[in-house]
């Protein structure tokens, strides 16, 4: 092949992209060499040529992340498709040995994920695929969407999400409200409210709430159904993972309203009792979600099996 742009294309060495993909999905030499299997000054070798080539810084350093260009976010898809439609058309519909399988996968979603579902997970992987290695990245990190399209992400399990058509989906588990407390706590020791009771909408609206919130709204699904029967109630702390706030509520005579599994999961432990709201809120749906050029990869496939089996029982 001739040149293009200027570049002799026939003369490219092509495991430059798979150098040039790696740092847009991690956004550091050393996590892009550790993905793909190489050291970091090969890594940062690889880039020094690309740059080069495409005469282009292509990533700038910010703080300990490297960012892409405008250049780079331009030929991130376009190399990211090329790349997945080479590695469909090398693989086929061949089988996946999990046995001898060398790769990682990254999942994206909350603490609950982390907290009941990881660790079940990776048991399961560690059993079966000794050279697979699994990470888990909080939703913080950003837009679910975004992140699957650029493969930051491998699989998402979040609740309800509107994705557009190239995002595949399937749902795990329905995931209902309970509501937490304290063993001990007083006010509903005098109001006689007994654990797996419901608590009595004007304690539960007088009581002082905690509220798991990412991005510090101090609202949720269950505000929505008090609004209806018009009421509201006193939320004075919110925090960013559920964990936080279940540990905050067996310290103090806050209450929380959790999914139901994590509150179950967290209940001994942490010396909580369960109760039921007084108000019937929305059911969230938990889905996995992923991007829809991995519907018949083996590997992925593999994968989404193991998470349907460790959620069969949620």
């Known amino acids: 092949m001739g040149p293009i742009r200027g570049m002799n294309f026939g003369a490219f060495d092509l495991n430059l992209l798979r150098v040039f993909d790696a740092l847009m999905r991690e956004r550091s030499v050393t996590r ?6 190489l050291s970091q000054p090969a890594v940062s070798q690889a880039l020094n040529r690309l740059r080069g080539v495409l005469d282009d810084q292509l990533f700038v350093r910010r703080g300990p992340e490297m960012l892409p260009t405008p250049r780079a976010d331009e030929l991130g898809p376009v190399i990211r498709n090329a790349l997945a439609e080479v590695e469909r058309a ?3 519909d061949r089988r ?4 001898t399988a060398q790769r990682s996968y990254t999942l994206i979603g909350a603490d609950f ?3 009941l579902v990881m660790p079940p997970l990776f048991a399961r992987v560690s059993q079966a695929a000794p050279g697979v290695r699994i990470r888990l990245v909080d939703t913080a990190r950003g837009d679910v969407e975004r992140l699957l399209q650029e493969d930051a992400i491998d699989l998402a399990i979040e609740p309800a999400l509107a994705v557009p058509e190239w995002v595949s989906r399937e749902r795990l588990f329905d995931s209902p ?3 937490i407390a304290a063993r001990e706590n007083p006010e ?3 109001a006689g409210v007994a654990p797996d009771e419901a608590i009595p909408l004007d304690l539960f609206c007088r009581l ?4 798991r919130t990412v991005d510090g709204t101090l609202s949720g699904w269950l505000d929505e159904a008090l609004a209806q029967a018009g009421r509201e109630r006193r939320v004075v702390l919110g925090l960013p993972h559920f964990a936080g706030v279940a540990l905050a509520v067996a310290q103090s005579g806050l209450i929380a309203a959790l999914p139901a599994q994590f509150a179950r999961a967290a209940a001994e432990p942490l010396g909580l009792a369960i109760y039921r709201a007084p108000v019937a809120a929305g059911v969230p749906e938990i889905s996995m979600y992923w991007h829809g050029r991995h519907d018949r990869n083996p590997a992925h496939q593999w994968l989404r099996g193991l998470v349907r089996d460790v959620v069969a029982g949620f």
């Open 96 to 99: 996946f040995d999990p046995a």
């Open 90 to 92: 090398l693989t086929g």
């Open 177 to 179: 409200f309970l509501v």
């Open 188 to 190: 509903l020791a005098a």
């Open 32 to 37: 892009a060499g550790e993905q793909i299997g």
């Open 208 to 211: 002082p709430h905690a509220i």
């Open 113 to 115: 994920v982390s907290l």
